[in-house]
Each structure stands twice: as C-alpha cells, then as structure tokens.
C-alpha cells in the first residue's frame, strides 16, 4: 500500500504563490493516477486536478485552470501541485490521492487507494 505525505502548505498573500508536494512511500507511485483535493472550513472536500501515471491529459476544476499546475516526478516518486495567483477563497486544507486507475470518477474522490494526512494552505487578503 503506498503512503502519501503532503508539505509545502503555509500562509500566503493574495496573488502569491505556493508549491505543494505529495511524497509517496512503500510503493512506486508510477503505478497511480495521482490527485489533488482540497476543503476549506465548513465545506464539503472538492476536486482539484488530477494526472494519470504517464503525466498526460491532466484535469484541472475550473476553478483552478490556469493558475494551478500538476506534476510528477516518478523517479522521485513525488507529485507537485504549483500554486500561481492564489486567492482567498483557495484556503483550504489540501490533500494528496492515488487510485490505480484514471476516469471520470477520478474528480469524485471515490475509490482511492490512499490519502495524505493534508497540508493547510492560508490565503490572506
């Protein structure tokens, strides 16, 4: 089973930036399609982006496109998630997924094989 490690969280102005990483263990994550979600307090968790084990064909919600960048580094077996222009309402607790197969579903949250513990990312205006 492979475990996930996220860092990377702190507290940011508005229009800063911050860089996330998703640090995997006990297994190779070149086996996962890997994802970011996040909750902000009071909320329900929602989907952030998403890559499949090759790198390609990433997904990004909306509210994020353009401003969010995911990648991996197998060899590192480690995820990032770039985060440009940061606004307020992108406060949230943020957290690493794996699930072995990629889909539509993946944007759910539904089937994961594993979880982060979560990293808090505070976005002052």
């Known amino acids: 089973q492979v475990q996930l490690v996220e860092s990377g969280g702190g507290l940011v102005q508005a229009g800063g930036s911050l860089r996330l990483s998703c640090a995997a263990s006990g297994r190779t994550i070149s086996s996962y399609a890997m994802g970011w979600f996040r909750q902000a307090p009071g909320k329900e968790r929602e989907f952030v982006a998403a890559i499949p084990w090759n790198g390609g064909n990433i997904y990004y919600a909306d509210s994020v496109k353009g401003r969010f960048t995911l990648s991996r580094d197998n060899a590192k077996n480690t995820v990032y998630l770039q985060m440009n222009s940061l606004k307020p309402e992108d406060t949230a607790v943020y957290y690493c997924?794996?699930?072995?197969?990629?889909?539509?579903?993946?944007?759910?949250?539904?089937?994961?094989?594993?979880w982060g513990k979560g990293t808090l990312v505070t976005v002052s205006s």
């Open positions: 997924a794996a699930r072995t197969w990629y889909g539509g579903s993946y944007s759910t949250g539904s089937g994961m094989d594993a």
